[in-house]
């Protein structure tokens, strides 16, 4: 069956630009989850999201960082304003149920280039 | 506060020979210790997992984790490394009381052949 896909793969924004990433969790999946991944670095968990609620977002770095997840499955990570220190690579995973055991599956991600 | 440590950036291990990326945790509740594995230009890939029950996990493509509970550790292991396992390692560790997953910063494998 298909994976988490995540889009686009690479992007690259002028400072102060808006940027919306999508990602498309496997089909079921309750749990949705988006990472930041600096290079070298392990993932940094920015929010997580039961259905389309979001439950935690204490690891969005601003208030320039929005998600959403209106219909419980597709999910939009938008950054306005971007600045250099937004560059990374975006992950998204999901899993099929809430639950601390539960693992997470991963989409490749979605390198941003704030230039 | 949750918190993970891979101690070493790197680990160089001959084919054939067993192989250790050591991964230590520090949490206030249990916790449920997770390792993946990324390749390049690839996403995370789910490797094993600890909830509870034996010390001792297996997991894909051979690998195992043993749980010690006194020494805060779940270290990942092979007993007889091939090239194909050069990527790159993450252990990670949530608990029950949390939504975040945290990550240690990785661990390079390296098999030289």
């Known amino acids: 069956g298909a994976g988490v896909s995540q889009s686009p793969r690479y992007k690259v924004a002028k400072r102060g630009q808006d940027v919306a990433l999508r990602c498309d969790p496997i089909s079921g999946h309750v749990s949705l989850f988006w990472y930041q991944q600096a290079l070298g670095q392990g993932p940094e968990f920015l929010t997580y999201f039961q259905n389309e609620a979001q439950l935690d977002k204490s690891g969005l770095p601003s208030d320039r960082f929005f998600a959403e997840r209106p219909e419980g499955s597709v999910s939009t990570l938008k950054i306005q304003r971007t600045q250099q220190e937004d560059s990374a690579v975006y992950l998204c995973?999901?899993?099929?149920?809430?639950?601390?055991?539960?693992?997470?599956?991963f989409g490749p991600g979605t390198r941003l280039t704030v230039t | 506060a949750q918190s993970v440590a891979q101690p070493e950036d790197q680990v160089n291990v001959a084919e054939g020979n067993p192989l250790t990326v050591k991964c230590t945790y520090s949490v206030s509740g249990n916790p449920y210790l997770f390792w993946y594995v990324q390749y390049p230009n690839r996403g995370l890939q789910f490797l094993l997992k600890y909830i509870t029950g034996d010390n001792l996990v297996k997991g894909s493509y051979g690998f195992e984790a043993e749980f010690n509970k006194s020494q805060t550790s779940f270290h990942l292991k092979k007993p007889s490394a091939l090239v194909s396992d050069s990527a790159l390692y993450f252990c990670a560790v949530r608990e029950d009381s949390n939504y975040q997953l945290i990550w240690g910063a990785g661990t390079k494998l390296i098999i030289k052949p």
């Open positions: 995973a999901s899993s099929l149920y809430q639950g601390p055991g539960r693992e997470q599956y």
